[in-house]
């Protein structure tokens, strides 16, 4: 329900409670965003108390809406929200289980810096069909507005094995018995790799690389106006530091200490590959975001090529003629624009569901390889990242069906990724045996481990 404001606040389009810059709109006597719109009907017509842990100061931020619910919600209220405009619920019967209380009771859930995580949806499928060129049933309707960092939640009905500990201990905090965060905890690290990735990638192939250490924006680096000609010399370069980046993303993640060195090898490819084959589609994404007459695909270092014709980014270079070029990548560019770029841009993901999509990959890629040890942590990593994604949802899609979807086309997407690696591997594979391109030393260990 929407109420004009009356209370003397200028009009504005930046949301009083979270402050983002282009969220506010009226809602119940005050202007927010839909997301801490939902938050506050949802707390409201549920009859939830919150009780913060610190000292009831939390900075509440768009980029961090659910570092405290009890503050926020309190922010809420300071910025004009009033509780009789929130129509009260008709029936029980659409209330998620865990908010169902007595008349006489009302539910305490506590909040602390360390987000407390609802539970969720586990999934230890195997990866699924390959075939598919892009998932279906996608709407980019049903999607949030790109480059928004939100971080609130929905549930997702589940009758797994999370889903039920969580009902028999409601307030429990849900972390993991190994890497000891709760799924926002692990989303959240995965989202400030994604923007730190971009950053460095600033410093290193752009002339505005300055802004990367004084704004630290965390945004896609690169300009789509008047991009370089891909090359494989540029790609010998972008390599390496795409190695690099693999290398400092290891060096940090939750459980990598805890590996034996062959294991470290093992994880640290997958994050090589990740950081290549699924930065390069969110690149080209983030920079056409409505896809060309004529379409490109932009590298992690900026430069671009042609899909459809040799055009641009297909030149002859000192150690390959174009020819060649074109036998061994084009038709890989090919399907990897449809089959890759073309569902993340129609899904319209987010940067918190990409960080999530590539987290996961990064876990499954190497699970057939896994010793025992590692699957147990890469288990770990799967739920706790499910878990983090029902929380950011919530605020997202009141349907749980909605979450289910969305979830659904994320797992679904990953079979893709797989078939990508999969071929790419193959494409190094030949070029290394015949000689067609150079590639750096620490490429040609992964290729032969």
């Known amino acids: 329900m929407k109420v004009e404001r009356t209370d003397g606040y200028p009009p504005t389009a930046k949301c009083l409670v979270c402050e983002h810059p282009d969220g506010g709109s009226a809602h119940f006597g005050s202007t927010s965003c839909l997301a801490c719109a939902a938050f506050f009907r949802r707390t409201v017509s549920l009859n939830i108390q919150f009780q913060c842990k610190k000292e009831n100061n939390c900075v509440i931020f768009h980029e961090l809406r659910m570092i405290c619910r009890s503050c926020r919600f309190e922010k809420c209220v300071k910025a004009g929200m009033r509780r009789e405009c929130v129509q009260k619920r008709r029936s029980n019967k659409k209330v998620p289980k865990k908010h169902m209380m007595r008349e006489d009771q009302i539910k305490t859930e506590i909040d602390d810096c360390k987000f407390d995580c609802a539970a969720d949806q586990t999934d230890d499928n195997s990866p699924l069909s390959i075939e598919k060129k892009s998932p279906p049933g996608l709407n980019p309707n049903d999607s949030p507005m790109m480059n928004e960092y939100k971080f609130d939640s929905s549930e997702l009905p589940s009758t797994s094995a999370a889903a039920l500990r969580h009902e028999q201990t409601p307030n429990c905090q849900d972390e993991s018995r190994v890497i000891n965060m709760s799924g926002v905890d692990l989303l959240r690290f995965y989202v400030d790799q994604l923007k730190a990735s971009m950053d460095r990638r600033r ?14 924006r965390g945004d896609m680096p690169f300009d789509p106006s008047e991009p370089p000609p891909h090359s494989l010399k540029r790609q010998y370069e972008s390599q390496r530091f795409d190695n690099l980046l693999a290398q400092d993303f290891c060096k940090t993640c939750p459980g990598f200490d805890l590996f034996e060195q062959m294991e470290k090898a093992i994880f640290y490819r997958a994050c090589s590959l990740s950081y290549c084959l699924l930065d390069i589609a969110w690149i080209t994404v983030e920079a056409f975001k409505h896809e060309l007459e004529n379409p490109q695909v932009m590298f992690t270092d900026g430069s671009t090529c042609t899909v459809n014709d040799m055009s641009y980014g297909w030149d002859d270079e000192e150690d390959i003629c174009a020819n060649e070029k074109k036998k061994l990548f084009f038709t890989f560019i090919q399907r990897f624009n449809d089959a890759l ?71 679904l997407l990953m079979g893709t990724v797989f078939e990508m690696n999969q071929l790419i591997m193959e494409t190094y594979k030949s070029a290394e045996l015949f000689a067609l391109f150079k590639l750096d030393t620490l490429s040609k260990s992964l290729l032969t481990l």
Do not use: Q
């Open 341 to 411: 770029c073309r569902p993340i841009r129609t899904m319209r993901l987010t940067h918190v569901e990409f960080a999530a999509l590539k987290a996961l990959c990064i876990w499954k890629l190497g699970y057939c390889e896994y010793t025992p040890s590692m699957k147990v942590i890469a288990k770990e990593h799967e739920e706790a990242l499910l878990d983090g994604l029902n929380i950011y949802y919530e605020d997202l899609f009141e349907d749980p069906a909605e979450t289910s979807v969305r979830l659904g086309n994320l797992i």
């Open 203 to 216: 410093m290193i192939f752009t002339e505005s690389g300055l802004l990367a250490v004084i704004e630290d």
